[in-house]
Nanobody
Framework: QLQASGGGLVQPGGSLRLSCVGS????????MGWYRQAPGKERELVAR???????NYLYSVKGRFTISRDNTRNTMYLQMNSLKAEDTAVYYC?????????WGKGTQVTVSS
């Protein structure tokens, strides 16, 4: 019910924009977010946006990543700028609605020269 896309290989300092398209039924969830999981590490929250529009970010991505949503398109975005090697991971989108957590399949982001 969620489909993430936009990952790829990018050089350090580059940019990518991830997209997450969801069904209308769940997209109007209260909390939406992007998570990532690097090899050998636990999944971590990268950015989150609430129904009222407030946002919060993992400290290491503040000022570089921006989360946004377009309810008319049932799409959430993660604009990632000034990418670093340590941003390499599989990125997942998530919607929390009525106590149920919905996950999309991940999209690989690799930052390497």
């Amino acid at each position: 019910q969620l489909q993430a896309s936009g990952g790829g290989l990018v050089q350090p300092g580059g940019s990518l924009r991830l997209s997450c398209v969801g069904s209308g039924r769940i997209f109007s969830g209260n909390v939406m977010g992007w998570y990532r999981q690097a090899p050998g590490k636990e999944r971590e929250l990268v950015a989150r946006i609430f129904g009222g529009g407030s946002e919060n970010y993992l400290y290491s991505v503040k000022g570089r990543f921006t989360i946004s949503r377009d309810n008319t398109r049932n799409t959430m975005y993660l604009q990632m700028n000034s990418l670093k090697a340590e941003d390499t991971a599989v990125y997942y989108c998530n919607v929390m609605k009525n106590g149920i957590s919905y996950w999309g399949k991940g999209t690989q982001v690799t930052v390497s020269s």
